[in-house]
């Protein structure tokens, strides 16, 4: 299962109090060192340990999708320390990021199961909506240690996931229209997480799936209005006021860790 669905938070219980949010917590002691970085985000992959871990390895390495986040990121941010971005095996434990290490984990096990539900649903093109809603898991991790290097407090683990997934929003959707393609897309994935299993997680610290997809599309609806008159909804009137006060809040805060 992927933490992004919700049982990630079951490992993450297991952390210290001070590891806030997200985090992936290997028990273990890491097999290899991270290589050494001058700082930003670095991408490596772990070998799979099945079969169809090798097939989610060969779909993540090949699409590129995460090393262009990355990139994206690489190019916005000067952060003051390296963030290893692992891709692995993780046997279920989901991805995430770890404060203590600034490690993101993407887990090889998680991209079937992301795939799946386009695929079955008929979806003609599902490596394409996995690699859009790779694109997003990026960047909400990458909003975990984004939210570290700032050291701004989260007041709470679910105040932390919402301004996670806030980061995301605001990088997907610097992107202009494919990045609003992707978010819509990363919508869709929670929609079928919520209709596959109705009921949320109550241990889960992020926001149910339903609400993360409605808070995607209606930052998507605030940033570009005009492309997207099909989401306009007296409920969603509220949308561009709501998105540009996340926008604002979230690029003064980064304002530290902007290049020049
Ligand atoms: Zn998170």
Redesign the pocket.
């Known amino acids: 299962m992927s933490?992004?669905r919700g049982t990630w938070v079951r490992g993450a219980a297991l952390l210290v109090a001070a590891a806030a949010?997200?985090t992936a917590q290997d028990p273990q002691p890491q097999s290899q060192p991270e290589p050494a970085a001058t700082a930003g985000f670095m991408m490596r992959y772990e070998e799979p340990a099945t079969a169809s871990d090798r097939a989610g390895r060969d779909v993540l390495r090949d699409g590129g999708t995460a090393e262009r986040a990355l990139a994206e990121l690489n190019a916005l941010l000067d952060l003051p320390h390296p963030v290893a971005v692992v891709a692995r095996s993780c046997g279920g434990e989901g991805t995430?990021?770890d404060p203590a290490t600034h490690r993101i984990e993407l887990c090889y096990d998680d991209l079937a199961e992301e795939r799946e539900p386009f695929a079955r649903v008929g979806d003609p093109r599902p490596d394409e909506r996995l690699a859009e809603v790779v694109r997003e898991t990026v960047h909400?991790?990458a909003?975990?240690a984004v939210l570290d290097a700032l050291r701004l407090p989260a007041e709470g683990d679910r105040a932390?996931?919402d301004a996670?997934?806030g980061f995301a929003r605001l990088m997907l959707l610097r992107g202009g229209p494919e990045g609003e393609a992707a978010l819509l897309t990363a919508a869709r994935s929670y929609d079928l997480a919520a209709a596959a299993d109705p009921v949320p997680d109550p241990e889960d610290?992020?926001a149910p799936p339903a609400d993360r997809a409605e808070a995607h599309r209606c930052a998507v609806l605030g940033e570009a209005p005009d492309r997207h008159q099909d989401l306009a909804t007296p409920a969603r009137a509220h949308c561009p006021a709501t998105w540009s006060r996340t926008r604002t809040a979230w690029t003064r805060n980064l304002t530290p860790l902007l290049r020049p």
């Open positions: 933490r992004r949010g997200c995430g990021y909400h991790e909003g975990h932390e996931e996670a997934d610290e992020h």
